[in-house]
Nanobody
Framework: QVQFVESGGGLVQPGGSLRLSCAASGSIFTSIAMGWYRQAPGKKRELVGYISTGGSTNYADAVKGRFTISRDNANNMVYLQMSSLKPEDTAVYYC?????????WGQGTQVTVSS
């Protein structure tokens, strides 16, 4: 089983940037694609984007061109660089395996975009 700890969220003005981090435990990390997810109040959790084991990335249309996912396999870390943030990006952000997620989710990190 893999456990995740997300960090880096906060309050940012529209147009601003944030970098989220995800620390993963477990030796399986290097063999799985990793995704960033978000859940806004009253909405279902959605996939923001993912990164393959080889570093290829794919993003939801809503964030394409503004968000960038990267990973550091040596340290079991995944990052989400967010720029040109919009109020609709406000949500709790989580990381987990892309696709078939593990049952155990981290606590997430809150991102609030507001002036």
């Amino acid at each position: 089983q893999v456990q995740f700890v997300e960090s880096g969220g906060g309050l940012v003005q529209p147009g601003g940037s944030l970098r989220l981090s995800c620390a993963a435990s477990g030796s399986i990390f290097t063999s799985i694609a990793m995704g960033w997810y978000r859940q806004a109040p009253g909405k279902k959790r959605e996939l923001v984007g993912y990164i393959s084991t080889g570093g290829s990335t794919n993003y939801a249309d809503a964030v394409k061109g503004r968000f960038t996912i990267s990973r550091d396999n040596a340290n079991n870390m995944v990052y989400l660089q967010m720029s040109s943030l919009k109020p609709e990006d406000t949500a709790v952000y989580y990381c987990n395996r892309a696709g078939l997620t593990f049952a155990s989710w981290g606590q997430g990190t809150q991102v609030t975009v507001s002036s």
